[in-house]
């Protein structure tokens, strides 16, 4: 399936340690490894339009001009508390980005995000702001995490999931057109209570193991 606002990575070392996450019998230690390693593994597509600089280098043979990423700030945004655990992965590849931590929670009975905390870089206006969360179900927390990040003055923003629903990749395309969502899989259903079938269950919970 094609989406005009969605990349949904295919590869085969990706599929595989998705069917590791969705499987009830990983553990906390496994399944938070394997949150990080999707991630790491995400990293090459959703960096592939970053502006590059040319630089004059020496090589051990000859003066080159060569390219290297431009000093554009990167920031990382991950929604607390699963996209926590997206973040040390993308650092291993990225390791100068800065990291503003957005808290919101689903509230139990209208499932609508609640904003309980944020912290951002003092240049995140002016940053690639790279949105984290695991989970991209009703969309409603991610879409409240963009309209945080464009009242700031973010123009340049990027979600990463790793399971996502129709529902919500059809949510973003419609309220914000510009944002590119980059998941590992798309799964069909929700379930009465806004879960993500057959998804992995609680992010949160099986990340930090509080279920
Ligand atoms: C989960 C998940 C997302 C949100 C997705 O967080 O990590 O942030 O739900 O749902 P949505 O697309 O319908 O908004 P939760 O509210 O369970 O908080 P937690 O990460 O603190 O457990
Ligand atoms: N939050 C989760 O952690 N999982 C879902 O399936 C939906 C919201």
Redesign the pocket.
């Known amino acids: 399936m094609q989406y005009k606002n969605a990349f949904v990575f295919e590869h085969p070392l990706i599929q595989h340690k998705i069917s590791l996450l969705r499987d009830k019998n990983t553990g906390t230690k496994e399944f938070r490894e394997l949150v990080e390693e999707v991630s790491m593994l995400m990293v090459y597509e959703f960096t592939r339009e970053l502006p590059l600089e040319e630089i004059e280098i020496e090589t051990p043979l000859a003066k080159t001009v060569t390219k290297v990423l431009s000093d554009k700030p990167i920031a990382l945004v991950p929604i607390l508390r ?1 996209g926590l655990g997206m973040v040390a992965g993308i650092q291993n590849l990225l390791p100068k980005t800065r990291v503003g931590h957005i808290g919101l929670y ?1 509230d139990h009975e209208t499932h609508q995000p609640v904003e309980y905390y944020s912290k951002m870089p003092q240049d995140i206006a002016s940053s690639v702001a790279i949105i984290l969360d ?5 969309g409603g ?1 991610a879409v409240a995490a963009v309209d945080y990040l464009k009242n700031l003055g973010c123009a340049d923003i990027r979600l990463v999931c790793i ?1 996502a ?1 129709k529902y919500a990749i059809d949510k973003m395309s419609e309220e914000h057109p510009d944002v590119p969502v980059f998941c590992a899989a798309v799964d069909a259903e ?2 009465e ?5 057959p ?8 990340i930090f193991g509080t279920k």
């Open positions: 699963a689903r695991p989970m991209f179900a009703t927390s399971i629903s929700m379930n209570d806004m879960y993500i079938v998804g992995l269950g609680d992010a949160g919970d099986r």
